[in-house]
């Protein structure tokens, strides 16, 4: 047990005032990819929002409801996608389910998209789904978020 002095670093360490060291405080380059995926899907969401806010001001839309719902949804999923990278770059293994989930979510999203005459955007939403939900679950970033069977126990 660390004395009075101890401090939490990321990924779940404990270290002595004395014993920081800086390197035990890097995220894995796994992990930390994967943050930045995260960070820019949050980034391209919003940029997503912002489009259907100014559709919403600006357009004639038949269903204002729906419109609104789905707007609303889109600051729900960038600000979900936001938080999560964030709790992730604090190494909190309980966002790496929700990120995984939301990732192979993605993966038919642009399956869909690609099939549905826009690959030059469905294929990067599989694409960035399948890496970010594979870089989760490497062996490194298991065992900084502390889950799986890699942990240090």
Known sequence: ???????????????????????????PATLAWAVRLLYA???????????????????????????VFVTLFAILIAAALGGLAYALSRCRPWARGPVVALQLIQVPIGYYLATGGT???????????????????????????????????
Do not use: H
């Open 41 to 67: 899907e949050a980034v391209a969401v919003g940029l997503i929002t912002v489009y259907l806010v100014y559709k919403d001001v600006t357009g004639d839309a038949t269903n204002l409801r729906v419109a």
């Open 1 to 27: 047990m660390p004395g009075a002095g101890g401090r939490r670093v990321p990924c779940g360490t404990v270290t002595e005032p004395d014993q920081a060291d800086p390197a035990a405080q890097a995220l």
């Open 119 to 153: 690959p030059w955007f469905g294929v990067p939403v599989s694409l960035a789904g399948l890496v970010v939900a594979g870089l989760l679950v490497t062996p490194s970033a298991t065992r900084a978020l502390g889950v799986g069977p890699n942990r240090a126990d």
